[in-house]
């Protein structure tokens, strides 16, 4: 079976050779040329296999349903920057690698996010270049409460670590969750989200776990943020989006809580006059949480299992099941892990 593996030049490795190691030889695979034709490129292709989605393009969704491509794989996890109603509505089978493949990178970013503003780092970087010990007084994360928005995958990771860490854990989500799962993770109060508000006002620290729907788009807004604690942390390693961007500077420029930990912003790469970019209570990463090595391994390894799936007759694992809808194409998420698709 031929497969055609569509990457992004600029961070194609290691994320390819992921996926070649564990397809093991068992298979032609191709490395799609944005220069070469693409009608010849696609001749003979079976399996696409596009890298988190971001070449993708009506063109190439025609070329591949009109050569009799069978299933499209996604090695990345949220779709919202995809045309999925399309790729279904060409007949061609989607999947992606969905949180749990993600998980354990974007709990561990949380947590450093986390540990980043509440240990005042910048602050004692700074004191220390000034020849000063002792200085300043910062945070435990022990006793805190941690409010998870979203009960995925990643935020169930981060639970764990969490209550490791002698944390108190509270989480939302729009799907429920069984009272085992809850006690595996040390969850001390779960909520739907009409709830949610009990987070924003208890939570020491809010860490938000969602896809990026229009129904979470700006879910985030100032009166959420005006909820929380003055000491309050608020940590986003999901979509920029989903926050209200003005809103949450404005909060942060009138020091109404204690800071944010930003994996990611509206708009990427970030505009570098963004005053996130400028204030001393916010830490900004550059789209980096699920940017390891173990992310690329484990969703190399989900991506070739399907591609042998496909090869054998048999259902792949993880397909996309949208309503075609103009309100659920920006989501699509994955049935295994539709509670949160980060």
Known sequence: MKVLFIGFPQILHPWYDHFLEAVDGRFEVRLFNPEESKQEQMEGVEVVVEQAGGLNNHELVDIAADRGVKFWQFIGTGLDHVDTDYIRNRGLLMANTPGQFSAI??????????????????LSQKIMHQGLVYEPMVDELAGRTLGLIGFGASA???????????MRVMAIDAVPV?????????????????QMDRIWTEADVVSIHLPLT?????????????LMKPTAVLINVARGAIIEETALIEVLKNNQIKGAGLDVVSNEPIDLNNPLLTLSNVVVTNHIAGVTSGTSRRRGQAAAENVMRVSRGESPLYVVECDSS???????????????NT
């Open 105 to 122: 990178a974007l709990a561990e970013h949380a947590l450093f996010l986390m540990l980043y503003i509440l240990k005042n780092f910048p």
């Open 156 to 166: 169930r990771a981060l639970a764990s670590r969490a209550r490791a860490l002698e």
């Open 178 to 194: 069984s009272t085992n799962t809850l006690h595996e993770h040390g969850i001390d109060f779960f909520g739907p989200p009409q």
């Open 214 to 226: 229009d129904q979470t788009r700006h879910l985030i807004d100032r009166r959420t943020l005006d």
């Open 326 to 340: 103009p309100d659920e194409s920006a989501s699509c998420p994955s049935t295994s892990d539709i509670e949160s």
